[in-house]
């Protein structure tokens, strides 16, 4: 069992900067894929970025390539995503994911656990 809780969204304007964090509870946190989606009022869910459990490979959605980063503390149990050069049109619910396999997937349907999600306000 793995719970997943994230911080740091806020309300930031365009070109500004956030960093999200996902603290993660459970002793096996360390050989999990993790992930970050993100869902807009009236829009599908929708990848933003992922890395394998031992960091090794990450991986982005196009929109957000050059501009976000993905990392992960296997000590701390914790999966951060740094956000630069925000854009109105990334403002949504963002939220942690964690998948079994390991290896960090964009398909949200190999992720077993989610946390409760932060919210992140981009103003033009």
């Known amino acids: 069992q793995v719970r997943l809780v994230e911080s740091g969204g806020g309300l930031v304007q365009a070109g500004g900067s956030l960093r999200l964090s996902c603290a993660a509870s459970g002793r096996t946190f360390s050989n999990y894929g993790m992930g970050w989606f993100r869902q807009a009022p009236g829009k599908e869910r929708e990848f933003v970025a992922a890395i394998s459990w031992s960091a090794d490979s990450t991986y982005y959605t196009d929109s957000v390539k050059g501009r976000f980063t993905i990392s992960r503390d296997n000590a701390k149990h914790t999966v951060d995503l740094q956000m630069n050069s925000l854009k109105p049109e990334d403002t949504a619910a963002y939220y942690c994911?964690?998948?079994?396999?390991?290896?960090?997937?964009?398909?949200?349907?190999?992720?077993?656990?989610w946390g409760q999600g932060t919210q992140v306000t981009v103003s033009s």
């Open positions: 994911a964690a998948d079994h396999y390991g290896l960090g997937s964009s398909a949200s349907h190999y992720y077993n656990y």
